[in-house]
RNA sequence: GGCGGCGUGGCCGAGUGGUUAGGCAGGGGCCUGCAAAGCCCCGCACAGCGGUUCGAUUCCGCUCGCCGCCUCCA
């Protein structure tokens, strides 16, 4: 079995074929740094994050490119609205963006493309389709013809004429066509502007992506990703400007899109704003919770947010987290196992490798818990001969949930002292028991539990953990 | 109007032409001083109507309902 992933522009499931058999070359579209990133736009990246950890899991060298949209006409009314220029507010929200990520336990891209970084690149390109005859310059801004390029619409899978152009916004009066689309915008007065042949202005939101991919993986990369929303215009907008610009097909080799986020029964949208922020979520849900409902449905369909949808998760969450600490628990550091031939790791990868089927390969670490914690009562119970297979699993389990971008660190008590005075407590706990004071015991179970300290006995002892804060 | 997708048991959510998804919630049991955690058992689900078939939730057609894109949007 191999990976195979449904493509957009295939629209069917294909065989993942990257250009080189070893290698693969990524590009996602990152966000608009205006504001904070919300759970929808959080979703995407965390899936993406998750994909590029597969792939590494499935032994290829991946380079992940990701960029910034540093300028935009968002950026500039924001910027007026904070009382801030756009530079401050692009750094301020990038910033944002990337503490979001790392409660979300999402990587670093390999490289991150700022837009205002790569302007000649962008001009030299918009110059390069405006002398091939592809764009039009009038009044300072450049507009990509649409009907010059044969095959606009071939990923969407829409034709220029059963699309309802301009219907909704009035076109630029200067286009001659309602979807040719800006390359280059002029500036207005008081606007961040950039020298170009056309005059001062900044380049249109589409080529940035097309110029940045290239530029670091070339054409012809492997995967492209991004939110379906981006599907059109904007991915159909790159990979125009792209073949255009260089004569060359494909630009990439596979679209990848991810699903959006419902609120009750309409889209999560900054412009609906009905928007539950990543920040808002992770205050009141860790981080993996988060990772948890991502996961539990495919990447591709639509998925609703609920306070019910996060509870579920953090129940799911909660059970692998408990089996994690009563493994470390009794087996002291567990390695994440590599060798060891187990039919927990054949299913989650026949799973995954079906277009990351994270549903059933959720559902197989769940198995594989079951089993696990039959057999961590056994050998609580001091039956040695269970040993072994509960150190195999627990490996499997370290291994399988690290590639879904699980690390379960462990509890941390606000200092050392508060440890050992919940130890402390525990032994007197202890001692009431075995002199069957129970009420004392349980007097103590239940002070602690009112400070959110569970206490659990086991045959090997009683235990402690914080309860999880699910509100 | 065009394009894409969806409708599965109380909830979430996979999947398949005839055999167990999985999680949460619920019921019963085991373990425990009591709990907690855990383990075992339990729900005869697949929008509706036709068709193909020995047999369809799974294939085909129609109907109904829902959502996304066609403007910025993950």
Known sequence: MSLRVYD???????????AHPSRVSMYVCGPTVYGLVHIGNARTFLWFDLIRRYLTYRGFEVTFVMNYTDVDDKIIERARQEDVDEETLAHRYSEAFEGDMKALGVGAPDILARATEHIPDMVAAVE????QGFAYEADGNVFFAVERFDGYGRLSGRSLEDMRAGQRVEPHPAKQHPLDFALWKAAKEGEPSWSSPWG?????????CSVMSIRYLGMGFDLHGGGSDLIF???????AQAEALT???PFVRHWLHSGMVQMQSEKMSKSLGNIVTARQALDRFDGEVVR???LSGSYRTQVVFSEQALRDAAAAYDRWKTFHESCAHLLGSVAAQSEAQDSYRDRFIAAMDDDFNSSVAVAVIHDLVREGNGRLGAVERGDSAEHGRLEVLAGTFIELTSVLGFAFAPQVVSDELAGSLIDYLLELREQARAEREFERADEIRKRLGSMGVVIEDTPSGARW???SPTG
């Open 465 to 467: 953990r914080l309860a």
């Open 8 to 18: 957009s522009a295939a629209r069917s499931v294909v065989p993942f074929e990257p």
């Open 200 to 208: 001062p202005g900044r380049p249109g939101w589409h080529i940035e």
């Open 128 to 131: 390069g389709l405006v002398e």
């Open 233 to 239: 215009p904007h991915h159909e907008n790159e990979l």
């Open 247 to 249: 004569g060359e097909a």
């Open 292 to 294: 948890m409902w991502a």
